[in-house]
């Protein structure tokens, strides 16, 4: 609630004798509302009460402490609205949280499903192998062929061995990779969280919405990492 201390004196609220009702008119908005204009010494007065409640505001008199109270509802306004900045500030840290954690799993989970698919794919081939040279084996009426089998089955095996190299080699420059990208991320989260700390009612010459909107700018990119296909 906005205070505003006035002399009882000079209280436009309080009209002494020496000042006359002038007649003239006041219009709000192209409509003419009723009040008491007074004019002295080449001003008009017209009552704060008046004036206030047309514009939306509430007034109240203490006559306690002879004090005119209005309030605007400016400050419960503010104060949502610095509840709203800081909300969209937690959204983003959270976002950016979520997303490196996202793709942190993302990397190693295709990593793992490509050596998944792979041992599958050996696994099947030494099947198919193995009924071959059975085949075999029956057709000449034994099995002349175990040695060779066994050496078909284990060239497989070797094929999978280096693809599980090849795929831990990439995994490894994807987490290098991601390191370095997620240190880019903490700065901003780090930033966020200063930014967060200096929402306050005592700043209010900062554009807290201009300095959120370039915090999202920045983040546009990190956020998107992964997303396509």
Same mark, same amino acid.
């Given at each position: 609630?906005?205070?505003i201390?006035?002399?009882?004196?000079?209280l436009?609220l309080?009209v002494?004798?020496?000042?006359?009702?002038?007649?003239?008119?006041?219009?709000?908005?192209?409509?003419?509302?009723?009040?008491? /204009?007074?004019?002295?010494?080449?001003?008009? $007065? /017209?009552?704060?009460?008046?004036i206030?409640?047309?514009? !939306?505001?509430?007034v109240?008199?203490?006559g306690?402490?002879?004090t005119?109270?209005?309030?605007? !509802?400016?400050?419960?306004?503010?104060?949502?609205? $610095?509840?709203? $900045?800081i909300?969209?500030v937690?959204?983003?840290?959270? &976002?950016?949280?979520?997303?490196?954690?996202?793709? @942190?799993?993302?990397?190693?989970?295709?990593?793992?499903?490509?050596?998944?698919?792979?041992r599958?794919?050996?696994?099947?081939?030494?099947?198919?192998?193995?009924?071959?040279? &059975?085949?075999?084996?029956?057709?000449?009426?034994?099995?002349? @062929?175990?040695?060779?089998?066994?050496?078909?089955?284990?060239?497989?095996?070797?094929?999978?061995?280096?693809?599980?190299?090849?795929?831990?080699?990439?995994?490894?420059?994807?987490?290098?990779? @991601?390191? /370095?990208?997620?240190?880019?991320?903490?700065?901003?989260?780090?930033?966020?969280?200063?930014?967060?700390?200096?929402?306050?009612?005592?700043?209010?010459?900062?554009?807290?919405?201009?300095?959120?909107?370039?915090? $999202?700018?920045r983040?546009?990119?990190y956020?998107?990492?992964?997303?396509q296909?």
């Amino acid at each position: 609630m906005r205070k505003i201390l006035l002399i009882i004196c000079l209280l436009v609220l309080v009209v002494t004798p020496v000042l006359a009702a002038s007649g003239i008119s006041i219009v709000i908005d192209g409509q003419k509302a009723d009040a008491d /204009v007074i004019m002295k010494d080449g001003h008009a $007065y /017209v009552p704060l009460r008046f004036i206030s409640e047309n514009f !939306g505001h509430k007034v109240d008199w203490d006559g306690t402490t002879q004090t005119v109270n209005i309030d605007t !509802g400016a400050i419960k306004q503010t104060s949502q609205q $610095y509840t709203s $900045y800081i909300q969209q500030v937690e959204d983003l840290i959270n &976002k950016l949280e979520a997303k490196k954690l996202q793709v @942190y799993n993302l990397i190693n989970n295709t990593i793992d499903n490509q050596i998944a698919e792979t041992r599958k794919t050996i696994d099947y081939n030494k099947q198919l192998l193995a009924e071959a040279f &059975k085949q075999t084996s029956n057709e000449l009426g034994g099995f002349p @062929y175990e040695k060779e089998l066994l050496e078909e089955l284990a060239k497989e095996e070797e094929k999978f061995e280096i693809f599980k190299q090849d795929a831990e080699l990439r995994r490894k420059e994807g987490i290098d990779a @991601y390191n /370095v990208w997620a240190v880019e991320v903490d700065q901003i989260i780090k930033e966020l969280g200063w930014f967060k700390s200096s929402i306050n009612e005592n700043s209010k010459e900062i554009s807290f919405k201009s300095i959120i909107d370039g915090f $999202y700018n920045r983040a546009e990119d990190y956020l998107n990492v992964g997303e396509q296909g």
